[in-house]
């Protein structure tokens, strides 16, 4: 399936249906009292939260909703049915925006919000009576529905996101880590949209975010890896990845770091290890200065991983 982390939809919720103007009716009643019912109330769009959904796809593919209208109020007090409700399945971590404001972000499994709300339905001249005004001739109409234009926008809940350059084997830590099976190959840009992976434990479950490749340039939208930077927002661990056989893997760090840096510095705000990967191509460990925590490993051979776990289970 495609990942999708953006979509607009267009939902619009029913009209309350109109009360009724009636009057009893009956052999031998010459002056029957007021009878007409009130309107159903319109029908509202939803969202809500299913965990088992991982991307915006079907969204894209269907963008229009629209809720039911209630029914009208009948005589003989019959008020109208309620307009059917239209629940928009979504993953979990989306914000709906309306023209640009947040309007509300579902983040729980079954969790439900109202994004258009139906109309009132009117109430019936029944409704109306009072001790001086026995037999009322007025009725409401229902209230109109409400449609809106909403920009839906994924952000994959994770604890934990791997970011590096392409190719430093990001995918590869991730499957050696986890329960994913991510493709993995000997070119950049493999990875084109997140994969997640579960690190199972008898606590809690950790979930990673093995991101696309993060290139120099990426704030000002050089390759794709920065439109996903986004997905790393909510994480608290960021592991930066780097392929520690190439030349100058302190160098690919800064330049991450300057990446991150221009894109949203709250991001270095975030506490993060440095991983240097692919290790089993070096004849020895290479010597680091850094202020981050730096772990070595080889995510093909699977070497320190267990290191590196313990320290994330620790920290989580
Ligand atoms: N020798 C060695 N090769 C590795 C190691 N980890 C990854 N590789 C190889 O490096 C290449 C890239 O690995 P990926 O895991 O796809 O790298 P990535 O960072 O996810 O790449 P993109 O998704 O393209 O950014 C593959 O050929 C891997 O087999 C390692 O520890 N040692
Ligand atoms: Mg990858």
């Known amino acids: 399936m495609k990942f999708v982390d953006e979509a607009t939809i267009f939902v619009t919720s029913g009209a309350g249906g109109n009360g009724c103007i009636s009057f009893r009716r009956e052999k031998f009643v010459p002056r029957g009292g007021p009878d007409g019912g009130n309107g159903g109330d319109g029908g509202s769009v939803y969202l ?12 894209k593919l269907r963008p229009h909703y629209r809720a039911g209208r209630g029914r009208h109020g009948k005589g003989k007090n019959m008020h109208g049915r309620t307009g059917e409700d239209v629940c928009i399945q979504v993953p979990l971590g989306v914000a709906v925006f309306d023209n640009g404001r947040l309007i509300g972000e ?20 029944a409704h109306f009576v009072t001790s001086t ?11 109109p529905g409400d449609t809106k234009k909403l920009k839906i926008v994924l952000k994959i809940i994770s604890d934990i996101g791997i970011v590096g350059l392409p190719n430093a084997g990001k995918s590869t830590l991730l499957k050696a880590m986890t329960n994913a099976r991510p493709k993995i190959d000997n070119y950049p840009f493999t ?6 992976g579960v690190l199972r434990d008898n606590k809690k479950n950790i979930v ?13 939208g050089r390759g794709i890896g920065l439109q996903f930077l986004r997905h790393i927002e909510r994480t608290h661990l960021l592991i930066l ?5 190439e030349a100058d893997p302190v160098g690919q760090y800064r330049a991450l770091i300057n990446e991150f840096r221009q894109y949203d510095p709250n991001l270095l705000k975030k506490p993060r290890i440095l991983v240097f990967n692919k290790i089993d191509l070096l004849d020895h460990k290479p010597t680091v200065r ?14 320190g991983i267990d290191r590196l776990i313990d320290y994330i289970r620790n920290e989580n």
């Open 191 to 196: 990875t084109l949209s997140p994969n997640l």
């Open 241 to 245: 990845v780097v392929d520690a056989s």
């Open 106 to 125: 579902v983040v729980e499994a079954g969790q439900k919000i109202t994004v258009a709300q139906g109309g009132i339905g009117g109430r019936g001249n």
């Open 48 to 59: 809500m939260g299913n965990k088992k959904l991982a991307t915006l796809y079907d969204l």
């Open 133 to 143: 005004n026995r037999a009322p001739r007025d009725a409401e109409e229902g209230r």
């Open 290 to 303: 850094l202020k981050e925590k730096v772990f070595f490993v080889s995510a093909l051979a699977g070497t």
């Open 208 to 220: 990673l975010a093995d991101m696309p490749g993060i290139i120099e340039g990426a704030h000002q």
